[in-house]
Nanobody, 115 residues
Framework: QVQLVESGGGLVQPGGSLRLSCAAS????????MAWYRQPPGKQRELVAA???????NYADSVKGRFTISRDNAKNTVYLQMNSLKPEDTAVYYC?????????WGQGTQVTVSS
């Protein structure tokens, strides 16, 4: 059984920064990819960033150059460093872990960008 717990969300002004963390527990394999998704108010959940076990990364066009995803395999933790935050980044952010046969989600952490 895999569990994912996000932390680090909160209220920040436009242009500010936040660092989200996702601690994974259970049967975790470092070669499987991890990712961050977000769901803005009234919209569908969307992929923000993903990182493979080998360290390759992919980002949504809307966050390229501002967000950085990374993982610490020794700690089974994935991070999302968010800089130059904009009001449109406001959303519930979810950690995601996937295998060939199944996928797992965290409970989500709220990020609000407002002046």
């Amino acid at each position: 059984q895999v569990q994912l717990v996000e932390s680090g969300g909160g209220l920040v002004q436009p242009g500010g920064s936040l660092r989200l963390s996702c601690a994974a527990s259970g049967n975790i394999f470092s070669f499987n990819p991890m990712a961050w998704y977000r769901q803005p108010p009234g919209k569908q959940r969307e992929l923000v960033a993903a990182v493979t076990g080998g360290g390759s990364t992919n980002y949504a066009d809307s966050v390229k150059g501002r967000f950085t995803i990374s993982r610490d395999n020794a700690k089974n933790t994935v991070y999302l460093q968010m800089n130059s935050l904009k009001p449109e980044d406001t959303a519930v952010y979810y950690c995601h872990y996937s295998t060939t046969w199944y996928q797992y989600w965290g409970q989500g952490t709220q990020v609000t960008v407002s002046s």
